[in-house]
Structures are given as structure tokens and as C-alpha cells.
């Protein structure tokens, strides 16, 4: 992209919409730079070779947990493209360009590697038309795909990004499901990089027309129910552990359905259930996981007081009803997803909206639960926004990619890292 910029010079255009970092005239100036036009032009140039990294990453499985073999491989593209790639204790690959910046601070442009679906065969991630098909393709096919062509791009540019020592990509482990946001937490907490973030962007999935500026906090839970068991013939009566699970379920999703709506969204799932062994035995035990999200802290942890209150409450019917036997149960807090949110005035909101006004983007700022849920609970800038294309079907069988559209999405992601960098460049002092 950009070669040095000179950072005492002041933005005098008048044609810029937003503020910019003083090294930028203005966003039609930035793109026409010799760096920035080339990188610009890499990604209709390249499609072939983006679709054909989408498609390899997608067919090496990554389900959360088990990302070792999709981080090795993007490791080792990385490092054939130029880029000191390493894995760190988390499973995250962190790559960067030298020399290295001994001190200051560093913007990080990350993609989650894993999944919430994996193919259990390579054939599974196919192409029928101009769609690609299969667990991943989208969320985070796409992110990963992305991640390497801004890579190549970069690398393959004459003078590269402003300030290029500053720029840290992370393939992250741990986004999805009971991953906890593992590999992010790693990254911004404990990490030898985490003292040094000025900000961080973060590509999920491929859609532009939202911007995540406002972390969605959650809980999860999990709850096991035990009890005597017994035949279900000549122990008919004995607790039931499976009964008073469900009566918990129904209690508090009819409870919740009755409620005034409330001032800010929340939502609640009961995603996993299971228990029992066989069809003529009273189970010993059932268990399941729970999902709360709200926009409200005060809202969750009123979620969570009135789930433990109901679950309370329905192992007192159930055992009222025993003939014989109790149940009892334990609920576990399983993960945390903190929230957080972007003041009005943070600098990297006056960015996106100028690269999008520049790009003809329409986009609105959002909440949702992504990795950029912890660098905002810190009070760290950051971003999450698409990779670019179009898809459907997330965590689903029926995943869907179409690449349409991929170049513009990676086009913004080039014009905001450069406003980013330039940014950390004038404020390493």
C-alpha cells in the first residue's frame, strides 16, 4: 500500500466527509497512492487464486478445538508469502513482516480459523455455479480467504502499508460456540503482543452492510439433572431427571415469552440436550446447554437469576410427584462473552464510515457477539465487519459462499488497515 508517510504534514482537503489520521489528504487521495492502487487492483486481478485458497482452507476441518491442522496450513501459506508466521500457545497464527517495531503500537487484522460444522470429507466443499457449498464456507471461509489474500496483496505491493512493521494478522482459535473466544482473549490479554494493540479489526463472514461497533454479551450454562433411575415398569414413579429438565425448559421459555418487552434485545437457547440410556429405563441423568445474550447487563444477569429460579423450582414438582427417589441438579457457567461498546467518538468510527462513503457502502453499526466482544470490554478500538461476497446458511448444512462482491469487501479492508496505521503511526510517540 502506502510507502512512509510523512506524519507533519496536516490534511488540509476539504473533500474529506470524516476526520482522518493528519498523514491522509483524504480517502480519493489515499487511493491513488502507486502501494495503495496496486493492492487495490490485486483482488479483482487475483480472484482465481483467492476462490482456490477459499476453497483449500475450507476442506482441511477446524471444528473449535481441533483448528492444529488449519492453523499449520495457513502458517505455512503465510510464511510462503513472505511473512514471519508463527503459532502461539493459544493455536492462534500470528504473522508479521520485518524489521519488527521493537516497541509501539500495533494494528491487528484477525480471522477466526474455526467452525461450527466441519466437512468430514474434502468433497464435501464443492462449487455448483458461482456458489461454494459446505460447513464453513462462509462463516469463516471467508474471513481466512480474505486474510490471505490481503496478505499476498501486501506482500506483493511496492512499499506496502504505512508503517508495514505495525501490522499483525492473527488466524485465531476458539471464536465459535464453547471456544469462549480463547484465541482472542489469548491475543489482547496475555499475549506479548496485548500491551501494544491500538486497535484491532476483525473479518467474520462475508457481509459489509452491517458493522459490529457494540459487543452482544452472553452466558452459557450448563445443566446436569441426577436421580435414582430404575425399569420403567416396576419403578414407574421414581424421579425423573428428564421430566423435571423439561419442565425447567418449558417453565422458562413460557415465562420469558409472557414478559413486557424488554428496553434493549435479548435472547435465549437451549442448544444441546441429552440423557438417558435406553427407552424402558427411567434415566439416571439429563443434561443441557444453555445460551443467554443481551444488550443489557442488567438484563443477563436477571436471565441468569430467573433460570436458576426456575430450575430450582422444577426439581420441587418433580420430586413432590416421586414416588420414590429425588433429583437434584448443578448448574454450571460454562463461558462468558463479555460486552462493550465504541464511544461516538472513537477515530476508527469516523474511518469506516469515510472509507464506506468513499466505496459506496451502506452499512449500519450493529451489536453482536464476535471476537471484537473482548479487545471492546477493554476499552480496546475495534471493529468487526465482512470479508466480502455474499452467504447464507451459517451453521448449517447448508452453508453457502458466493464470492460476488469479494473485492469490494477486501478493497475496504485495505483503505481502513491504512487510516488504522497511519493512526498508530502518528500516535507512537
Same mark, same amino acid.
Given at each position: ?23 491522509v489528504?483524504?480517502?480519493?487521495? &489515499? ?12 483482488? #479483482?486481478r487475483?480472484?482465481r ?8 482452507? =475450507?476442506?482441511?476441518p ?21 511473512? *514471519?508466521?508463527?503459532?502461539?500457545r ?36 464443492r462449487?455448483e +455455479? ?5 460447513? +464453513? ?7 481466512? $480467504? ?8 501486501l ?18 482459535v %476458539?471464536?465459535?460456540?464453547? %471456544? ?7 491475543l =489482547?490479554?496475555?499475549?506479548?503482543? #496485548? ?9 467474520? %463472514? ?11 454479551? =452472553? ?18 414413579? #421414581? ?5 423435571? &429438565?423439561?419442565? #425447567? !425448559? ?8 409472557? *414478559?413486557?418487552?424488554?428496553? /434493549?434485545? =435479548? ?30 447487563? $442488567? ?28 433429583v ?5 457457567e460454562t463461558?462468558? /462473552? ?8 472513537a ?8 472509507v ?7 452499512? !449500519? ?9 473482548i479487545? &471492546? ?19 448449517t ?6 464470492? *460476488?462482491? /469479494?473485492?469490494?469487501g477486501?478493497?475496504?479492508?485495505v ?15
Amino acid at each position: 500500500m502506502l510507502g512512509p508517510l510523512d506524519l507533519t504534514r496536516k490534511r488540509q482537503s476539504a473533500s474529506a466527509p470524516r476526520p482522518l489520521p493528519p498523514a491522509v489528504e483524504s480517502l480519493e487521495w &489515499l487511493a491513488e497512492q502507486p502501494g495503495v492502487a496496486d493492492v487495490l487492483r490485486f483482488f #479483482a486481478r487475483e480472484r482465481r487464486w483467492i476462490d482456490e485458497q477459499h476453497l483449500a482452507v =475450507c476442506r482441511i476441518p477446524a471444528p473449535t478445538f481441533l483448528e492444529q491442522k488449519r492453523a499449520e496450513w495457513v502458517a505455512a501459506q503465510m510464511s510462503q508469502l513472505g511473512w *514471519e508466521a508463527q503459532i502461539d500457545r493459544a493455536g492462534n497464527v500470528v504473522a508479521r513482516r520485518g524489521p519488527h517495531q521493537p516497541n509501539g503500537p500495533l494494528v491487528a487484522l484477525t480471522a477466526h480459523l474455526d467452525t461450527v460444522l466441519a466437512p468430514r470429507q474434502p468433497e464435501e466443499i464443492r462449487v455448483e +455455479g458461482n456458489r461454494f457449498l459446505g460447513p +464453513g464456507v462462509a462463516d469463516n471461509g471467508a474471513g481466512v $480467504a480474505g486474510l490471505l489474500a490481503i496478505a499476498r496483496a501486501l506482500a506483493a505491493a511496492p512499499g506496502g502499508v504505512t508503517d508495514l512493521s505495525r501490522l499483525v494478522l492473527v488466524a485465531n482459535v %476458539g471464536e465459535e460456540g464453547e %471456544g469462549n473466544l480463547s484465541g482472542m482473549r489469548f491475543l =489482547c490479554l496475555q499475549s506479548p503482543l #496485548a500491551g501494544r494493540l491500538h486497535s484491532i479489526l476483525v473479518m467474520d %463472514g462475508p457481509d459489509v452492510s452491517h458493522v459490529t461497533a457494540e459487543a452482544l454479551a =452472553c452466558r452459557r450454562f450448563e445443566i446436569n439433572v441426577t436421580g435414582p433411575g430404575g425399569h420403567s415398569w416396576s419403578d414407574h414413579g #421414581a424421579a425423573n431427571p428428564i421430566h423435571a &429438565l423439561s419442565r #425447567a !425448559i418449558t417453565w422458562f421459555a413460557d415465562a420469558r415469552l409472557e *414478559e413486557k418487552p424488554r428496553e /434493549r434485545p =435479548c435472547s435465549w437457547n437451549f442448544g444441546v440436550i441429552d440423557g438417558g440410556s435406553t427407552v424402558n429405563a427411567i434415566p439416571t441423568g439429563a443434561r443441557v446447554k444453555v445460551d443467554l445474550r443481551s444488550e443489557s447487563p $442488567a438484563d443477563l444477569e436477571d436471565l441468569s437469576s430467573s433460570l436458576a429460579a426456575v430450575l430450582e423450582r422444577a426439581l420441587l414438582a418433580e420430586n413432590e410427584r416421586a414416588r420414590l427417589g429425588r433429583v437434584v441438579a448443578r448448574m454450571r457457567e460454562t463461558g462468558v /462473552r463479555p460486552g462493550g461498546k465504541l464511544p461516538d467518538s472513537a477515530p476508527i468510527l469516523d474511518y469506516i464510515r469515510a472509507v464506506d462513503s468513499h466505496l459506496g457502502i451502506r452499512s !449500519i453499526l450493529d451489536c453482536a457477539s464476535t471476537d471484537a466482544n473482548i479487545p &471492546l470490554s477493554i476499552g480496546l478500538p475495534a471493529l468487526s465487519i465482512g470479508a466480502g461476497g455474499q452467504g447464507g446458511g451459517a451453521h448449517t448444512p447448508s452453508e453457502w459462499y458466493s464470492p *460476488e462482491g /469479494r473485492e469490494l469487501g477486501l478493497r475496504r479492508i485495505v483503505l481502513l488497515l491504512a487510516l488504522l496505521l497511519a493512526d498508530a503511526a502518528a500516535s507512537k510517540s
